[in-house]
């Protein structure tokens, strides 16, 4: 995400960092505690088992 990239202040590089970690990373990668799915499938199996209930 970040080669090639400059930066003008630190403040921009930390926002930039912020954002992709928040809006793409976090979003796509598996997590051991939602018994590695990711968000949006946990989101979904919640939603899904919840009204089948």
């Given at each position: 995400?970040?080669n ?6 630190r403040?921009a590089?930390r ?8 809006s ?5 990668r ?5 018994n ?18």
């Open positions: 995400m970040v090639h990239t400059y930066f003008t202040t403040a590089a926002l930039a960092t912020f954002e992709y970690i928040e793409c990373y976090n979003r796509q598996k997590h051991s505690v939602l590695y799915r990711t968000p949006s499938q946990q989101e979904s199996y919640f939603y899904t088992s919840s009204m089948a209930a």
